[in-house]
């Protein structure tokens, strides 16, 4: 019901928009969330939205990230910008907080150095 995409392989400081699309229902009433897991780590957090607007960031990303939502499009977006060879991970949208049956399958998102 939530699929992630737009990953891809970047230099550092370089930029990716991930793109999430919901289906099955409308997610405008909720909160959504980016969410990501590097090889061999726990998944994180990393960007929040909620049903008005209200955005929270990880202090990994504050400032080099931007979470967004369209929900006439029933859509969430991650504008990472000024990327670094640690944002490297599998990214993942799901409500926020999460719902454990919400997982997809992610974006890879690869920052050579």
Known sequence: QLQASGGGLVQAGGSLRLSCAA????????????????????????????????????????GRFTISRDNAKNSVYLQMNSLKPEDTAVYYCNLYPYDSEMWGQGTQVTVSS
Not at 44 to 55: D, L, Q, R
């Open 23 to 62: 289906s099955g229902r409308t997610f405008s009433s909720y909160a959504m969330g980016w969410f990501r897991q590097a090889p061999g780590m726990e998944r994180e957090f990393v960007a929040a939205v909620t049903w008005s607007g209200t955005k929270t960031y990880s202090d990994s990303v504050r």
